[in-house]
């Protein structure tokens, strides 16, 4: 069965303080696996976008590794801000069809404190 | 910042009213998709559209209907509202070969 999940389900950090969160996906055949942010009562924004050949991407404060053997993920997070309160999702897209089928995790709800 | 459109943002409705969910955007993506969203819950498609005239059912079972005449505009309706339709409405749409999805700001539904 596809499936992706992420851990921890929720976060709380200190402003300015460095955080990695974790997905694990069963997708198969894999294409590319997205983080998104998710702000309360938004929709999704996209964070960074990954194929399997590529091995970290990052997108200022924000670094997504990809290890596609083992098919883990992790967002790694520098020097956080109040503003990175939010969800971050874990996506995977399979090849099994020209849509390209998503497969969402539940987030990770992160809160940072002043 | 994407521009993908949703209006209303928020809709508070009585049982059995017809309601329709507006999505519009202005990037020329052929693909566009509706998403339902609890909260703490993952996002599960319930509809998505190749084109114009093209549309299809996603994974999770709906009672909405949509229509794609104007490539453009993917409105979602649901003909008789009811309590079990309250949750979160996302629309995408998107574009390129590894089909990157951009996201409406979403309409919270409530049916009283």
């Known amino acids: 069965k596809n499936q992706v999940e992420q851990s921890p389900q929720s976060l709380i950090i200190l402003e300015g303080k460095n955080c990695t969160l974790q997905?694990?996906?069963?997708?198969?055949?894999?294409?590319?696996l997205r983080w998104y942010k998710q702000d309360t009562g938004r929709g999704p924004v996209s964070l960074t976008i990954?194929?399997?050949?590529?091995n970290t991407k990052s997108n200022g404060r924000y670094t997504a590794t990809l290890d596609a053997d083992t098919k883990q993920s992790s967002l790694h997070i520098t020097a956080s801000q109040l503003s990175d309160s939010a969800s971050y999702i874990c996506?995977?897209?399979?090849?099994?069809?020209?849509?390209?089928?998503?497969?969402f995790g539940r987030g990770t709800q992160l809160t940072v404190w002043p | 910042e994407a521009d993908i459109y949703q209006t209303p943002r928020y809709l508070v409705i009585g049982t059995g009213k017809k309601i329709t969910l507006e999505c519009s955007q202005t990037?020329?993506?052929?693909?566009m998709y509706w998403y339902q969203q609890d909260p703490g819950m993952e996002l599960h498609l319930i509809h998505y559209?190749?084109?114009?005239?093209?549309?299809e059912k996603g994974d999770l079972s709906s009672e909405s209907t949509v229509s794609r005449i104007r490539t453009e505009h993917f409105p979602l309706t649901l003909e008789s509202a009811r309590p079990s339709h309250t949750s979160q409405y996302l629309c995408?749409?998107?574009?390129?070969?590894?089909?990157?999805?951009?996201f409406g700001p979403g309409t919270r539904l409530t049916v009283t």
């Open positions: 559209s190749y084109g114009v005239n093209s549309t």
């Open positions: 997905c694990n996906y069963t997708v198969s055949p894999f294409s590319n």
């Open positions: 990954m194929t399997f050949s590529e």
């Open positions: 995408a749409s998107s574009s390129g070969q590894l089909l990157e999805q951009y």
């Open positions: 990037m020329g993506h052929d693909k």
């Open positions: 996506v995977v897209s399979d090849r099994g069809s020209t849509l390209g089928r998503l497969y």
